[in-house]
Nanobody, 116 residues
Framework: VQLQACGGGLVQAGGSLRLSCAAS????????MYWYRQAPGKQRELVAR???????HYADSVKGRFTISRDNAKNTMYLQMNSLKPEDTAVYYC???????????WGQGTQVTVSS
């Protein structure tokens, strides 16, 4: 399975973007899917997680502004990002995890740049 992330771009502070992570196959078997981000000079950090049951978790820095979702029928995960801040600037990566076998899949990054 391959993951393809897209939707990044340049936006002004306060604006919105919607990231998508499309899988080449079914995401039904993914126990959890994640969005991570990595800013220049910083470690990769978890942004949001959604389980196969629909439970979500967010980093404190994005709570109330970002919403993660998944559409199993479209084999796609999303990250709706509102009220963007310059500190949200980073390369965003999607990840999928299958508990059986501890298998991880990574998508390529998509750049999000928020100007002040």
């Amino acid at each position: 399975v391959q993951l393809q992330a897209c939707g990044g771009g340049l936006v002004q502070a306060g604006g919105s973007l919607r990231l998508s992570c499309a899988a080449s196959g079914s995401i039904f078997s993914f126990n959890a899917m994640y969005w991570y981000r990595q800013a220049p000079g910083k470690q990769r950090e978890l942004v949001a997680r959604i389980t196969d049951g629909g439970a979500t978790h967010y980093a404190d820095s994005v709570k109330g502004r970002f919403t993660i979702s998944r559409d199993n029928a479209k084999n796609t995960m999303y990250l709706q990002m509102n009220s963007l801040k310059p500190e949200d600037t980073a390369v965003y990566y999607c990840n999928a995890f299958i508990l059986q076998g501890s298998v991880n899949y990574w998508g390529q990054g998509t750049q999000v740049t928020v100007s002040s």
